[in-house]
Each structure stands twice: as structure tokens, then as C-alpha cells.
């Protein structure tokens, strides 16, 4: 038997989460029937979709039923099989949710190529929710061109620091939105783009204006609300606005304030559009091809924070709403 060391939903948040709407449980797990296979979790994902996971409200991830394991994307070692497919020792991805072990259906699991590439990666800049969503979001929705000036929001988390590596590496010019003077000079100093403004600390309008007097030709937006608005009346004719998230919503999902200029669309002949990756399968497998390509060539440097134990998932979930840089993930 192995035992699974698992966080569950112990109570309902009343907007964000708090410590005391978690619990961590243990169960016992038995060996693999035919087609499952028993895998070792190595590293959990933590991404914002988790949070709407956890209200009464059923929204594009669903709502979790209290006692529930949390849901997470992850990567794990097979430690047993009975399924063709796998076998011990193979590295895997999928929805491995907050727990230490998973007896699961062997479909479920994606096998992974780690030979040169490490299986955390495909969390991070190969990750569904972090680099093929800023990917996806940045060409295939935006129409990312050498030529444009764009500004990301949230941009020293994961999604956003690879949109703007991305953004970067096709030669534009690239302004990421953060709070605090640690996060600008990652933006700057680390990823390398052209300036970073602290929304904490600047005036982000002042500061839109002197880096970007032409305007804003794409925006890839994680944040929303008054930020959102800012970026707006300031956008060039024919601009692209992309809807990737809206972290300052998440603490009151009934309750979502939306763009007051959206009218800013119309005046300029651009457009405003949100998506979410998985309905954009048929660019999965460019992206994967450029995004490996060009982590293979060191273009990417985006920070890795990992946090230590299961125990620690809630905490490190908090850390979205508190501040943190680059990627988290957990290592139960």
C-alpha cells in the first residue's frame, strides 16, 4: 500500500482563500488494476484557475464539492502499471490534483520526453496554463508583430513572463506592468524586455504615455479591472486587447467590474478578445515545437520558485494574491 498525503476543500472562501479553507488529509492506495497505473507526484502547478475552482460559483473549471481534493495540472513519476502504455519509471503529466500520489486511469497521464528537458518544464514554459497560454494568447489570438509595442499585465508571474519573453523575442518592444521595484528590475534586468512600470509605486498612465507615446499596439491583460481601462485609452488604431485573466476579480466573482472605455475599441478600429487554451488545440503543436526550440536555445529565463511539502499547497496558492515571481510550483 502507499500512502497519499492529499489537501482538500474544508470550507468555502468568502472571496479570496484563506489558510482555514484547507485541509490536508491521508488515505491508502492500492496497486494498479488493469489500465491504471500508480504514479509519484513531483511537481504541482499553481496557477490562478485553481482559486475559482473552490467557490459555489460554476464557472469554466466548475466548482469543487467540499472534502474534494484540490485540482492541479502536475508532472509525476509512474511508480507502478498495468496499463501498455506506461511503465515504472516514466515521467508523466496531468491532472495530478494537490496530493503526494495518484491511482488513475494510464489515459489520463501524458508521457514526457525528458531527455533534454526536465519534466517541470511542461509546468513552466512548456505548461498548458503558462507558457502555451501566453503562446496561444500572444500569436495565435494577438498577432504578435515584430513592429508592435506591447504591454503585459501581471507580467513577473508565469504566464506573463513568458508573454513577455515571447513578445521579446520577436523584436518587439515589450512593457510589463508589475507591483514593486523587485518584480520591474526582474522584468528588466532578468527577461530583458524594454521597461517595467510598478503599478504599486507609478503612475501607470504617466508612464504608458512616455514609453509608448505612438500607443499600445497589443495588450495581453491578466489583471483587469482599473488596470485594464488605463491601457485602453491608450491604445493605437487597429490594436489587439487579448483577455488572458483577471486576477483582481477572482475575490468577487458575483461581482465582476468590466471595462468602462470599452468604447476606446470602437474609435480605434480595435478589437478585444478573451480566450482560454484549450479551445485552441490546433496551435498547441506549433507551440510546443517553438516554445522547446527556443528554451533549447536559452532564450527563456524565466525564475522557478518551488515550494517544499503538500502541506504547503495552500500556502503556496495564497502566494498568487500576496506577490511572487516566474513560475510556482509545489514538490509534495
Known sequence: MTTNRKVVLAARPEGLPTLDCFSTDEEQLGEPAEGQALVEVQHISIDAWISTTLGTRDGHHGSIPLGSTIPA?????????????????DEVFGPM????????????????????????????????TTGMTAYVGMITVGGLRE???????????ATG???????????????????????????????????????KNDDIGARLDELAP???????????????????????????????????????????????????????????????????????????????????????HIREHVVEGIERFPEALLMLFSGHIGKLMVAP
Not at 147 to 157: H, K, R
Open 161 to 199: 513572463s513568458v508573454a513577455c519573453e515571447i513578445a521579446r523575442i520577436a523584436g518587439a518592444q515589450v512593457i510589463g506592468i508589475a507591483g514593486g521595484p523587485d518584480k520591474v528590475r526582474y522584468l528588466e534586468d532578468e527577461l530583458g524586455i524594454a521597461a517595467g512600470i510598478d503599478y
Open 147 to 157: 513592429t508592435d509595442t506591447v504591454v503585459v499585465s501581471a507580467a513577473a508571474g
Open 73 to 89: 495540472l502536475g508532472v509525476g513519476r509512474v511508480i507502478s502499471s498495468a496499463a501498455p502504455e506506461l511503465a515504472a519509471g
Open 97 to 128: 490534483g494537490s496530493q503526494s500520489h495518484l491511482l488513475a486511469p494510464a489515459a489520463m497521464f501524458q508521457k514526457l520526453d525528458v531527455s533534454q528537458i526536465p519534466a517541470r518544464s511542461h509546468l513552466g514554459v512548456l505548461g498548458l
Open 214 to 300: 505612438d500607443g499600445v499596439n497589443l495588450f495581453f491583460d491578466n489583471v483587469g479591472g482599473t488596470i485594464l481601462d488605463t491601457v485602453l485609452s491608450r491604445i493605437a488604431p487597429q490594436a489587439r486587447v487579448v483577455i488572458c485573466g483577471a486576477i483582481s476579480q477572482y475575490g468577487h466573482m458575483d461581482d465582476i467590474s468590466g471595462p468602462k472605455l470599452y468604447l476606446r475599441l470602437a474609435e480605434r478600429n480595435a478589437t478585444m478578445r478573451g480566450f482560454t487554451v484549450d479551445y485552441w488545440s490546433e496551435a498547441h503543436e506549433p507551440a510546443r515545437e517553438d516554445l522547446t526550440r527556443w528554451l533549447g536555445e536559452g532564450k527563456f
